[in-house]
Protein backbone atom coordinates (compact mmCIF):
# COMPACT_ATOMS: atom_id res chain seq x y z
CA UNK A 1 0.00 0.00 0.00
CA UNK A 2 1.25 3.83 -1.40
CA UNK A 3 2.84 5.25 2.11
CA UNK A 4 2.09 9.42 2.37
CA UNK A 5 5.08 11.28 3.47
CA UNK A 6 4.94 14.09 6.08
CA UNK A 7 8.09 15.12 6.98
CA UNK A 8 9.58 12.34 6.37
CA UNK A 9 7.48 9.82 7.96
CA UNK A 10 5.64 7.54 5.91
CA UNK A 11 2.07 7.37 7.00
CA UNK A 12 -0.66 4.59 5.90
CA UNK A 13 -3.32 6.61 4.54
CA UNK A 14 -6.27 4.54 6.21
CA UNK A 15 -9.16 4.96 8.15
CA UNK A 16 -9.74 3.35 11.87
CA UNK A 17 -11.84 0.65 10.41
CA UNK A 18 -9.38 0.11 7.98
CA UNK A 19 -6.22 0.30 10.15
CA UNK A 20 -8.17 -2.63 12.33
CA UNK A 21 -8.84 -4.55 8.90
CA UNK A 22 -5.07 -4.54 8.22
CA UNK A 23 -4.11 -5.48 12.13
CA UNK A 24 -6.72 -8.90 11.64
CA UNK A 25 -4.84 -9.56 8.39
CA UNK A 26 -1.83 -9.34 10.63
CA UNK A 27 -2.94 -11.75 13.40
CA UNK A 28 -3.74 -14.58 10.47
CA UNK A 29 -0.40 -14.16 8.87
CA UNK A 30 2.50 -16.33 10.44
CA UNK A 31 4.97 -14.19 10.89
CA UNK A 32 5.37 -10.91 13.49
CA UNK A 33 4.15 -7.64 12.34
CA UNK A 34 4.69 -4.17 14.27
CA UNK A 35 2.15 -1.25 14.37
CA UNK A 36 3.40 2.29 15.21
CA UNK A 37 1.32 5.20 15.84
CA UNK A 38 3.13 8.49 15.72
CA UNK A 39 1.87 11.92 16.44
CA UNK A 40 3.68 15.34 16.07
CA UNK A 41 6.26 15.03 19.05
CA UNK A 42 7.32 11.52 17.72
CA UNK A 43 7.56 12.87 14.15
CA UNK A 44 9.93 15.94 15.20
CA UNK A 45 11.67 13.32 17.15
CA UNK A 46 11.88 11.32 13.70
CA UNK A 47 13.58 14.44 12.01
CA UNK A 48 15.80 15.37 14.62
CA UNK A 49 17.05 11.26 14.85
CA UNK A 50 17.59 9.25 11.71
CA UNK A 51 17.68 5.95 13.78
CA UNK A 52 14.27 7.01 15.32
CA UNK A 53 12.76 8.11 11.57
CA UNK A 54 14.07 4.28 10.48
CA UNK A 55 12.55 2.01 13.08
CA UNK A 56 8.77 4.42 12.51
CA UNK A 57 9.17 3.89 8.88
CA UNK A 58 10.32 -0.22 8.68
CA UNK A 59 6.91 -1.14 10.64
CA UNK A 60 4.69 -2.72 9.11
CA UNK A 61 1.77 -0.13 9.47
CA UNK A 62 2.17 3.36 10.60
CA UNK A 63 -1.17 5.26 11.49
CA UNK A 64 -1.00 9.04 12.32
CA UNK A 65 -1.93 9.43 16.24
CA UNK A 66 -2.40 13.01 16.67
CA UNK A 67 -4.07 16.35 14.86
CA UNK A 68 -0.87 17.67 14.70
CA UNK A 69 -0.20 15.21 11.77
CA UNK A 70 -3.31 15.61 10.50
CA UNK A 71 -2.98 19.45 10.07
CA UNK A 72 0.85 18.38 9.06
CA UNK A 73 -0.46 17.03 5.83
CA UNK A 74 -2.88 18.97 5.35
CA UNK A 75 -0.62 22.45 4.77
CA UNK A 76 1.88 19.96 2.83
CA UNK A 77 -1.34 19.27 0.34
CA UNK A 78 -0.92 15.67 1.13
CA UNK A 79 -4.01 14.99 3.37
CA UNK A 80 -4.63 12.10 5.21
CA UNK A 81 -8.01 10.26 5.82
CA UNK A 82 -8.68 11.00 9.79
CA UNK A 83 -6.62 10.77 13.04
CA UNK A 84 -6.34 7.11 14.14
CA UNK A 85 -5.42 7.35 17.85
CA UNK A 86 -3.57 4.20 19.06
CA UNK A 87 -5.53 3.65 22.16
CA UNK A 88 -8.88 3.94 19.72
CA UNK A 89 -7.04 1.14 17.96
CA UNK A 90 -5.74 -0.97 20.69
CA UNK A 91 -9.69 -1.17 22.36
CA UNK A 92 -11.80 -1.82 19.10
CA UNK A 93 -8.65 -4.64 18.63
CA UNK A 94 -9.50 -6.17 21.96
CA UNK A 95 -12.70 -7.36 20.73
CA UNK A 96 -10.91 -8.77 17.86
CA UNK A 97 -8.48 -10.66 20.04
CA UNK A 98 -11.99 -12.08 22.02
CA UNK A 99 -14.00 -13.29 18.84
CA UNK A 100 -11.57 -15.22 17.49
CA UNK A 101 -9.90 -16.50 20.40
CA UNK A 102 -6.64 -15.09 20.91
CA UNK A 103 -4.24 -14.09 23.39
CA UNK A 104 -3.17 -10.90 24.74
CA UNK A 105 0.22 -10.11 26.30
CA UNK A 106 0.53 -6.75 28.13
CA UNK A 107 3.91 -5.36 28.42
CA UNK A 108 4.91 -1.66 30.05
CA UNK A 109 4.12 1.20 32.76
CA UNK A 110 4.74 0.94 36.29
CA UNK A 111 4.51 -2.48 38.33
CA UNK A 112 1.33 -3.52 39.02
CA UNK A 113 -0.27 -1.03 36.02
CA UNK A 114 -0.62 -4.02 33.48
CA UNK A 115 -2.42 -6.34 36.22
CA UNK A 116 -4.73 -3.39 36.46
CA UNK A 117 -5.33 -2.94 32.42
CA UNK A 118 -6.30 -6.54 32.22
CA UNK A 119 -8.83 -6.85 34.69
CA UNK A 120 -10.38 -4.00 33.08
CA UNK A 121 -10.22 -5.16 29.67
CA UNK A 122 -11.20 -8.90 31.60
CA UNK A 123 -14.33 -6.39 32.78
CA UNK A 124 -15.48 -5.19 29.32
CA UNK A 125 -14.26 -8.48 27.48
CA UNK A 126 -15.23 -11.38 29.44
CA UNK A 127 -13.86 -13.99 26.69
CA UNK A 128 -10.76 -12.00 26.08
CA UNK A 129 -7.73 -14.35 26.62
CA UNK A 130 -4.77 -12.12 28.68
CA UNK A 131 -1.92 -14.26 27.95
CA UNK A 132 -0.02 -12.57 30.79
CA UNK A 133 2.05 -9.32 31.71
CA UNK A 134 4.85 -7.84 32.52
CA UNK A 135 6.01 -4.19 33.56
CA UNK A 136 8.62 -1.84 31.32
CA UNK A 137 10.77 -1.61 34.22
CA UNK A 138 13.37 -4.89 33.15
CA UNK A 139 17.06 -4.62 31.56
CA UNK A 140 17.26 -7.96 30.02
CA UNK A 141 15.30 -8.61 26.79
CA UNK A 142 15.72 -12.11 27.13
CA UNK A 143 13.61 -13.76 29.97
CA UNK A 144 10.85 -11.03 28.98
CA UNK A 145 10.90 -12.51 25.36
CA UNK A 146 10.67 -16.05 26.96
CA UNK A 147 7.78 -15.18 28.94
CA UNK A 148 5.86 -13.93 25.95
CA UNK A 149 6.56 -16.50 23.86
CA UNK A 150 5.63 -19.08 26.16
CA UNK A 151 2.13 -17.47 26.94
CA UNK A 152 1.58 -17.80 23.97
CA UNK A 153 0.18 -14.90 22.97
CA UNK A 154 -0.71 -13.60 19.50
CA UNK A 155 -0.98 -10.05 20.35
CA UNK A 156 1.21 -7.72 22.07
CA UNK A 157 0.50 -3.50 23.39
CA UNK A 158 4.10 -2.74 23.44
CA UNK A 159 4.04 0.74 26.49
CA UNK A 160 7.55 1.56 27.04
CA UNK A 161 7.17 5.20 25.64
CA UNK A 162 8.70 6.51 22.31
CA UNK A 163 11.08 6.32 21.09
CA UNK A 164 11.73 3.37 23.30
CA UNK A 165 9.06 1.07 22.37
CA UNK A 166 9.74 1.61 18.58
CA UNK A 167 13.00 0.74 18.70
CA UNK A 168 12.37 -2.72 20.94
CA UNK A 169 9.81 -3.63 18.28
CA UNK A 170 11.95 -3.53 15.89
CA UNK A 171 15.12 -4.84 17.44
CA UNK A 172 12.79 -8.30 18.70
CA UNK A 173 10.12 -8.51 15.93
CA UNK A 174 12.51 -11.54 14.68
CA UNK A 175 12.98 -13.35 18.22
CA UNK A 176 8.92 -13.40 19.24
CA UNK A 177 6.66 -15.46 17.91
CA UNK A 178 4.03 -13.19 18.57
CA UNK A 179 2.01 -12.37 15.22
CA UNK A 180 1.08 -8.70 15.79
CA UNK A 181 2.87 -6.02 18.50
CA UNK A 182 1.12 -2.45 18.92
CA UNK A 183 3.28 0.43 20.35
CA UNK A 184 0.79 2.27 22.55
CA UNK A 185 2.54 4.25 24.95
CA UNK A 186 0.28 5.39 28.23
CA UNK A 187 -2.59 2.82 26.59
CA UNK A 188 -1.99 0.63 29.70
CA UNK A 189 -2.82 3.58 32.38
CA UNK A 190 -5.84 4.67 31.12
CA UNK A 191 -6.79 0.98 30.61
CA UNK A 192 -6.08 0.97 34.51
CA UNK A 193 -7.81 4.25 35.47
CA UNK A 194 -4.70 5.91 36.73
CA UNK A 195 -4.55 8.45 33.49
CA UNK A 196 -7.97 9.70 32.09
CA UNK A 197 -8.72 10.54 28.22
CA UNK A 198 -9.80 13.79 27.53
CA UNK A 199 -13.84 14.62 27.15
CA UNK A 200 -15.22 13.84 24.18
CA UNK A 201 -15.50 17.45 23.23
CA UNK A 202 -11.47 18.25 23.22
CA UNK A 203 -11.06 15.24 20.91
CA UNK A 204 -13.60 16.04 18.77
CA UNK A 205 -12.10 19.78 18.52
CA UNK A 206 -8.51 18.22 17.90
CA UNK A 207 -7.36 20.34 21.40
CA UNK A 208 -6.95 16.88 23.25
CA UNK A 209 -3.65 17.68 24.10
CA UNK A 210 -4.55 21.30 25.40
CA UNK A 211 -6.98 19.45 27.79
CA UNK A 212 -3.78 16.97 28.29
CA UNK A 213 -1.69 20.35 28.72
CA UNK A 214 -4.20 22.01 31.62
CA UNK A 215 -4.28 18.42 33.38
CA UNK A 216 0.03 17.45 33.54
CA UNK A 217 1.50 21.20 33.34
CA UNK A 218 4.40 19.67 33.82
CA UNK A 219 4.35 18.49 30.36
CA UNK A 220 5.16 22.08 28.46
CA UNK A 221 8.19 20.97 27.64
CA UNK A 222 6.98 18.16 25.21
CA UNK A 223 4.18 20.51 24.27
CA UNK A 224 5.86 22.66 22.73
CA UNK A 225 7.50 20.21 20.40
CA UNK A 226 4.03 20.35 18.50
CA UNK A 227 4.47 24.17 17.77
CA UNK A 228 7.89 23.84 16.71
CA UNK A 229 6.54 20.68 14.23
CA UNK A 230 3.96 22.68 12.81
CA UNK A 231 6.12 25.99 11.74
CA UNK A 232 8.83 24.01 10.52
CA UNK A 233 6.32 22.34 8.18
CA UNK A 234 5.06 25.55 7.15
CA UNK A 235 8.77 26.27 6.67
CA UNK A 236 9.21 22.84 4.80
CA UNK A 237 6.04 23.82 2.64
CA UNK A 238 7.43 27.33 1.91
CA UNK A 239 10.58 25.57 0.75
CA UNK A 240 9.01 22.98 -1.52
CA UNK A 241 7.18 25.89 -3.34
CA UNK A 242 10.14 27.47 -4.09
CA UNK A 243 11.77 24.89 -5.40
CA UNK A 244 8.91 24.12 -8.15
CA UNK A 245 8.72 27.61 -9.01
Not at 10 to 18: K, L, P, Q, S
Not at 143 to 162: H, K, Q, T, W
Not at 194 to 205: C, G, S, T, V
Request: with cysteine.
Amino acid sequence: MERTDVRGVRFDNVTMDEALDRCRGFLKENKNHYVVTPNAEIVQACIEDEEVGRVVNSADLVIPDGIGVIYAARILGRPLKEKVAGVDLGTRLLGVLEKEGLGLFLLGSKPGVAERAAQEMKRRHPDLIISGVGDGYFKDDGPVIERINESGAAALFVCLGAPKQEKWMEKNRGRLNTRLMLGLGGVLDVFAGDAKRAPDIFIKLGLEWFYRLIKEPYRIGRMMKLPKFLIGTVFAKGEKTNEQA
